[in-house]
């Protein structure tokens, strides 16, 4: 044989060797944990829980509202006139009372001169009058006038009485006029937007008017609810509970605005839509609320006490034995999670009230739920590990030196070879096996003992 053939039948003896080794440590190797999760991933899934409370339930009501001023004011001219002065600035808060425009007073000043001329005539006329009819009577008492001469005078009196009644009147018509002419708010409010400038003629047809006031200290809200709510609604008022609180929520539905009470419901359901309508009352003395500002509304109908509960993320939705239901991860004392039916109650967002099927104190799966199934191991996130028995163990990197060849390769616990946090540290690179199999040549090695020792 020649040094060639000895080359080729040496390399075909090795890789033989080499082949069945690596069978044989492959064949030796323990099998793999049980996979704990749904979707088969060896080890305890971690999870995040919450413990079942005892406390309090609200029953509240959510809507849709609009914010609506109490009172809404168009100020119009009641006389008209040139406009002669604006004493407001747009947007600014006024009270009742104060000045907002001057109509041109002139007209009506010489008006009310001529009202009050025509008065003072009229009442001599009166006066002299009934002067005749004193002098007609002291007359006819001498038999020197008729009697109808006196009569005919006594009915000249109540006439003029009459058109003195009438000039009076007319000298109050125009001195309300000349009021007309300086306009004053009518209520306390925002200002809105000028409709007029000075020195337009303005007249009491004007639509627009001069200016819109808006009260906006105290506000409303008025908002509908489903006439299927309108019984428990009704039941509290008639108990005395009208002034249910109602808090009023940003667009988003996460600033709180303001907390105010409810004033009245409507006296009649939209046939339309099947809502009933509801005003809601608001002291508003920081202006959060704005008139025709979208809010969400929370209204308070009652609260439930003693009830057990539970985040919202913790309730799962499916079938237990077979029946549609609502079902939690209940966690027992060995991290083992127990597919457990519930019957739900009121929710109030992020919690909600567990009325069968818990009890205070039990321990459910917040997150990590959808990986989950009945009787799976996992591991509570924060906890201490958790072994494949579901005892609690330690598990911390050490310095215990791994050597192959007389060749240190890192450091690990009991000499156990890369690739996670292993019980007893052996295995190969990325393995985590539970039972901490070591790889390589030498299969079957103690606890924590290295390849190739």
């Known amino acids: 044989m020649n040094k060639k053939t000895r080359w080729r039948v040496l390399i075909a003896f090795v890789v033989v060797v080499a082949g069945l080794g690596i069978f044989v440590w492959f064949a030796r190797q323990k099998p793999a944990a049980t996979p704990q999760g749904r979707f088969g991933g060896a080890g305890p899934m971690t999870v995040s829980t919450a413990t079942a409370t005892s406390g309090d339930m609200p029953i509240r009501l959510a809507a849709l509202g609009t914010v609506t001023p109490l009172a809404t004011v168009t100020v119009k001219t009641q006389i008209n006139g040139q406009l002669q002065e604006i004493g407001f600035k747009e947007g600014q808060m006024v009270r009742k009372g104060d000045f907002l425009a001057q109509i041109d007073p002139r007209p009506y000043q010489n008006a009310l001169a001529q009202a009050q001329g025509t008065l003072a005539r009229d009442q001599a006329s009166l006066t002299n009058a009934r002067l005749d009819v004193k002098r007609y009577t002291d007359l006819l008492a001498q038999d020197s006038v008729s009697a109808q001469t006196l009569d005919t005078q006594k009915a000249l009196v109540e006439q003029l009485i009459g058109t003195v009644a009438t000039d009076e009147a007319q000298v109050n018509t125009s001195k309300l006029n000349l009021l007309y002419a300086h306009i004053v708010s009518p209520l306390s409010g925002r200002a809105g937007l000028r409709q007029v400038d000075v020195g337009n003629y303005v007249t009491t047809g004007d639509a627009n008017g001069i200016v819109v006031i808006t009260e906006l200290d105290p506000i409303s809200a008025i908002f509908p609810i489903p006439e299927d709510n309108v019984p428990q609604l009704l039941a509290q008022m008639h108990q005395g509970k009208g002034g249910l609180q109602v808090q009023a929520y940003d667009r988003a539905n996460k600033n709180l605005l303001a907390t105010g009470t409810m004033n009245t419901i409507d006296n009649a359901m939209d046939t339309a839509t099947g809502t009933v309508k509801l005003r809601a009352q608001f002291d508003n003395k920081d202006n959060v609320l704005f008139p025709n500002q979208f ?64 009890k205070t104190g039990d321990m459910v799966v917040t997150e990590g739920g959808d990986r989950l199934r009945d009787g799976a191991k996992v591991q509570v996130a924060g906890a201490p590990p958790v072994s494949m028995d579901g005892a609690q163990g330690n598990f911390k990197r050490g310095n215990g030196n791994f050597k192959r060849d007389g060749k240190k390769r890192s450091n690990f616990p009991n000499g156990g070879a890369p690739g996670g946090n292993r019980p007893n540290g052996g295995g190969p690179p990325g393995g985590g096996r539970p039972d901490g199999a070591g790889a390589g040549a030498g299969a079957n090695r103690g606890a924590g003992q290295a390849p190739g020792q």
């Open 295 to 358: 809010v969400n509304i929370q209204l308070l109908v009652t609260t439930l006490h003693d009830q057990v509960l539970v985040p919202s993320a913790a309730i799962q939705h499916g079938s237990v034995n077979g029946v549609a239901s609502s079902f939690v991860y209940l966690v027992g004392g060995d991290s083992t999670v127990t597919v457990t039916a519930v019957t739900l109650g009121a929710t109030d967002g992020e919690k909600v009230a567990v009325t069968s099927g818990l």
